[in-house]
């Protein structure tokens, strides 16, 4: 996943939320996501959870320019 062409160049992001288009998960605090590994690092009240996405996705991005 990659947000390049996604986000304008010098916009801040806001947030990212993925949601689950079968269950309706919704899926926020992204921290990382390793390409290699296909793990989302997720951070909540000082913690780090790992998720490990499968199925079809919504990507909502939030950002200002």
């Known amino acids: 996943m990659s947000l390049s ?8 992001l806001l947030g ?9 998960s919704i899926s926020t ?3 990382e996501y390793n390409s290699s ?3 989302l690092i ?5 913690s780090l959870t790992t998720l490990h996405p499968a199925g079809s996705y919504h990507v909502i991005v939030e950002y200002v320019e």
């Open 42 to 46: 997720l951070g909540t009240a000082g």
């Open 5 to 12: 062409g996604v986000v304008p160049s010098g916009a801040k």
């Open 16 to 24: 990212v939320r993925l949601i689950n288009q079968t269950t309706n």
């Open 29 to 31: 605090n992204i921290i």
């Open 37 to 39: 590994t296909g793990q």
